[in-house]
């Protein structure tokens, strides 16, 4: 993982071809786009697009990036195909949000990997607690959180209609 003393951006072969390298890293101008594309996506797919969703995803830089929060992304042959936000909570806490891998570079780990990249470039900004919702219907996404070292916790009022899991990381 990455430590305060490498770069913001890593790659990693993802199979042989050099088309193929995946690349992590932070917002960049013109991410707006498949940040929203790519969570509404899922979102329309399982769930309802509510409120708080397009508020999220119509300002990202004043919801998320301006108040201290950050975007990570995975790129793959230079295409965004994932996702995952840092929402400032406060000095030392993030929430952990908004994270989606395009259905294109589903089951090849970019999930995994992209977490780990989230979740390290927390601690690089300072975290000593990340905080995610989710919803029981979202296994794989639960299983990946367990494995990386996120425990559940009580609920706590949210502004989404289908949070039903409530997660912490604490460093």
Sequence with gaps: MKTETEPTETQTPLAERPEDTLVFRTFRPGDEEPFKRLNEAWIR???TLEA???RVLDHPREVILEPGGEICVAELAGEVV???AL???RE???ELAKMTVSE???GRGVGRRLL???IAEGRRRGARRLYLNSNSRLQ???HLYEQLGFRHIPPVPVPYSRVDVHMEMVF
């Design 104 to 106: 294109a570079a589903r």
């Design 87 to 89: 929402v400032a909570i």
């Design 52 to 54: 708080a969703d397009s």
């Design 140 to 142: 794989n996404a639960i």
């Design 82 to 84: 994932g996702c995952c």
């Design 45 to 47: 797919e399982l769930f």
């Design 92 to 94: 030392g806490e993030f």
């Design 116 to 118: 780990e990249y989230t």
